[in-house]
């Protein structure tokens, strides 16, 4: 398959090879390491940064091969799910960055071009969101409250 928005056509990038079994080096156990991911979530880090800690700190590769359920889940049955899902937070911010610039820069067509690209990939992500009910039915994108959702 070929870029959103170019006619190039790339490799996907590399997929880690998830083993069928639980790593013997592991040295804590399950609910030690809901605790953690609970407690990371409440100091404010994402589901990313959380699995970055987890494998960085404590070497645990995945939190799904150890609990048996994604991480995803896990923040939502303790209620610590974040209100916007992830990725589209961070195009909203990239949005935010991109109108404070050209607010600066208005001559700037290139950025003007790349937000328009970025808020078409918005707009997107936000009607697969809407339609598997991840994001309210009313949802909408607007450039005005873009900043005032991602705060």
Known sequence: MSRIHSRHRGRAGSHKPYPATLPSWIPLDKEEVVEEVVKLAKGGASAAQIGATLRDTNGIPSVRLLTGRRMGELLRDKGLSPQLPEDLAALLRRVVHLQ????????????????????????????????????????????????????
């Open 100 to 151: 404070q610039h050209l607010a600066r820069h208005p001559k700037d067509l290139s950025n003007r071009r790349g937000l328009q690209l970025m808020e078409a990939r918005i707009q997107r992500l936000a009607r697969y969101y809407r339609k598997r009910r991840i994001l309210p039915p009313d949802w909408q994108y607007s450039s005005e409250t873009a900043a005032l959702q991602v705060e």
